[in-house]
């Protein structure tokens, strides 16, 4: 089984469409993320969830809400989409790590899902 | 939040030793540093993680010195599938699982 899903891989979609990117972890993790990466291969953190709360919003603009239903769903919903959004969209998850606990933290990244705005 | 700065690109040839040092000056007290493996149309893979001096997994070393300004993925004799891009990240228990990843280095390996 694969440990972060996400659909669709790809999605072609005009500009000003709504579309949803859904994410699922089977993995036990606490935390989830969306991470996007643009044509420079830059990888840059979008949101991240923790036990379905809100706990990093990179100031993306409001047409992007991500959703979590439960702590192993992130999905994200893009309104109005534009030229520039353009890019691949990368869910994730990892465990919260307590101060206790001497490891660090491993993301553990889905396939992503290729979205062209035309 | 730790930045860090890796070499953009690196060219090496099959069987060679490669070492890719990236630099986290403003590295915190708890940060971990962990290195990821990206191949085209494909999410960043683990590859491993540290604190300090050595780590060594089934397939790569990495090396921080007692300083943890910096860090060196050391992969042995890499092989054409090694080719992909190479990310440094430090972080985790200190800022709440903000993870920030650099530019990364592009590694070419040729026959």
């Known amino acids: 089984d694969t440990a972060v899903s996400q659909t669709p891989k790809y999605l072609v979609t005009q500009m000003g469409n709504d579309k949803s990117i859904k994410c699922e972890q089977n993995l036990g993790h606490d935390t989830m993320y969306w991470y996007k990466q643009d044509s420079k291969k830059f990888l840059k953190i979008m949101f991240s969830?923790?036990?379905?709360?809100?706990?990093i919003n990179e100031t993306v603009p409001n047409r992007f809400s991500p959703k979590s239903p439960d702590k192993a769903h992130l999905n994200l919903h893009i309104n109005s989409l534009e030229l520039g959004d353009s890019a691949v969209y990368f869910c994730?998850?990892?465990?919260?790590?307590?101060?206790?606990?001497?490891?660090?933290?491993?993301?553990?990244f889905g396939e992503g899902s290729w979205l062209t705005v035309v | 939040l730790a930045k860090t700065t890796q070499p953009i690109s690196m060219d090496s040839y099959e069987g060679q030793e490669v070492n890719i040092t990236c630099s986290h000056n403003n590295i915190a007290t708890n940060d971990y540093i962990t290195w990821y493996q990206q191949f085209p149309s494909q999410g960043p893979r683990f590859i491993i993680q540290g604190y300090k001096t050595k780590v060594t997994n089934e397939v790569a070393s990495l090396f921080i010195p007692a300083d943890r300004k910096s860090s060196t993925l050391s992969l042995p004799r890499v092989s054409l599938s090694d080719t992909a891009v190479y990310y440094c990240l430090v972080g985790g228990r200190s800022n709440f699982n903000k993870f920030y990843f650099g530019s990364g280095t592009k590694l070419n390996v040729k026959p």
């Open positions: 969830y923790n036990n379905k709360e809100l706990i």
């Open positions: 994730a998850s990892s465990q919260v790590v307590f101060p206790r606990d001497l490891s660090g933290n491993t993301i553990y």
